[in-house]
């Protein structure tokens, strides 16, 4: 079993080297607030729980995130591993997570920590622009679509995330930095930490990625 899990805060990149990998490594991608956007989307009553707090960019209740997360890794396309994207978010997420693996007799491989200072992340999530259709993710800088508004993928129409303003990327970091950040101790003590310098362009950090999962999947 390959699961890896990408740690660090929102706009450090973990979406966009997470989709490269996954499909590198034929491996699902799971991203939580995809997965909660689409709820959203369909206006479920998950959906409806967790709108307004994503909107105001803070932690949807962990009872809904460990449920979901426990739904999508027991689904047959995750039988030789997975990647988890913004999940866990807090220890009681931690906590049940590794309960869950243990059940079914795995292991995590590696988490890759995504390091990142806040203003580059402020700088990110400004000018990301969404696919409404597919999920893809660009920037208006760093990684512009081809057509000005349109998917490279899938053409669907790009759009900007309500979270992705300024009051609200800060909240977000703020969260990340009291209910996140204390994992990565505990990942570090576990032994399963590797750290990635995220604000390297993005195939530099693809790069280092690849390095630094080459020992810990296996084919
Ligand atoms: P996360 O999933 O961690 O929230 P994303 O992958 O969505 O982050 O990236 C946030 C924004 O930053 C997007 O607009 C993306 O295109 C851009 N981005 C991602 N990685 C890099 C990078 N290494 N350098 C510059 N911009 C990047
Ligand atoms: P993201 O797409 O990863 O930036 O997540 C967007 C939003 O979804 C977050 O700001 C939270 O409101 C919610 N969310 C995503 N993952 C989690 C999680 N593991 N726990 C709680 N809330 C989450």
Wanted: overall charge neutral; some cysteine.
């Amino acid at each position: 079993m390959n699961i890896l899990i990408f740690l660090g805060p929102p706009g450090s990149g973990k979406g966009t080297q997470a989709k490269k990998l996954a499909e590198e490594l034929k491996l699902p991608h799971i991203a939580l607030g995809d997965i909660l956007r689409e709820e959203v989307r369909a206006e479920s009553e998950i959906g409806q729980r967790a709108k307004e707090l994503m909107n105001a960019g803070k932690l949807v209740p962990d009872e809904l995130t460990i449920e979901l997360t426990r739904l999508r890794i027991t689904k047959a396309d995750c039988g030789s591993g997975f990647i988890l994207d913004g999940f866990p978010r807090s220890w009681k997420q931690a906590e049940a997570l590794e309960q869950m693996l243990k059940e079914n007799k795995w292991e995590v491989s590696r988490v890759i920590y995504f390091r990142i200072p806040e203003e580059e992340v402020v700088e990110r999530l400004a000018d990301r622009r969404s696919c409404k259709d597919c999920g893809a993710v660009y920037h208006l800088k760093f990684n512009p679509p081809r057509l000005e508004g349109k998917c490279d993928l899938c053409g669907g129409e790009l759009y900007q995330r309500a979270d992705d303003n300024e009051k609200t990327i800060r909240h977000r970091f703020e969260v990340y930095e009291q209910q996140t950040r204390p994992l990565i101790e505990h990942y570090v003590k576990a032994n399963k930490l590797v750290e990635l310098d995220a604000s390297k362009p993005i195939d530099a950090v693809y790069k280092d990625l690849l390095k630094v999962t080459a020992t810990a999947v296996v084919p």
